[in-house]
T-cell receptor, first 116, second 112 residues
């Protein structure tokens, strides 16, 4: 399957600072990228959907000013957690797809964010 | 909100046994996909089944879809310890909604 690279795999930051997570599709052009958040032993909660060159669509309850998403090219999307707080600590996973109607999404390995 | 619910939440079996996981969803779908997640890792796609399909096979995996009941099942036959993971169903809603919504997941433990 296609490869999606997500960096960093883990990060520890201080409260009040911002953290950027990158998601790259290495061998295909992803028309859409998705960002999920996952708490321990729970499922993936969709945060936002982004299409290359346009603004991200955020799910209800997700603060767009808190979680900034940029999808600058067909192979790169970034999630920036701004002014991070301990409650933002979580596992963040990106995925990339070139059309969900006929094919699967490909997932990065996730980023473990710890805010201290 | 989550589209699907899965049961059981956790399943513990011995190697060689079959494992069946069920998934229910609430609204019309374009397709339903099953994914596997090893602890603390990303997801791996297993099978995609379209709304006009009733059953698909891939190796030791068998997926069924009943759109009238809005449910799907994943059967893993002759399980192995390496099958230990969390399994999630995810739906792509009909109507052109280009997003993948995950169910709650089943944690499978296969004991040697």
């Amino acid at each position: 399957g296609a490869v999606v690279s997500q960096h960093p795999s883990w990060v520890i930051c201080k409260s009040g600072t911002s953290v950027k997570i990158e998601c790259r599709s290495l061998d295909f052009q992803a028309t859409t990228m998705f960002w999920y958040r996952q708490f321990p032993k729970q499922s993936l909660m969709l945060m936002a959907t982004s299409n290359e060159g346009s603004k991200a669509t955020y799910e209800q309850g997700v603060e767009k000013d808190k979680f900034l998403i940029n999808h600058a090219s067909l192979t790169l999307s970034t999630l920036t957690v701004t002014s991070a707080h301990p409650e933002d600590s979580s596992f963040y996973i990106c995925s990339a797809a070139s059309g969900l109607m006929n094919t699967e999404a490909f997932f990065g390995q996730g980023t473990r964010l710890t805010v201290v | 909100s989550q589209q699907g619910e899965e049961d059981p939440q956790a399943l513990s079996i011995q190697e060689g046994e079959n494992a069946t996981m069920n998934c229910s969803y609430k609204t019309s779908i374009n397709n339903l996909q099953w994914y596997r997640q090893n602890s603390g890792r990303g997801l791996v796609h297993l099978i995609l089944i379209r709304s006009n399909e009733r059953e698909k096979h891939s190796g030791r995996l068998r997926v069924t879809l009943d759109t009238s009941k809005k449910s799907s099942s994943l059967l893993i036959t002759a399980s192995r310890a390496a099958d230990t993971a969390s399994y999630f169903c995810a739906t792509v809603l009909s109507g052109g909604y280009n997003k993948l919504i995950f169910g709650a997941g089943t944690r499978l433990a296969v004991h040697p």
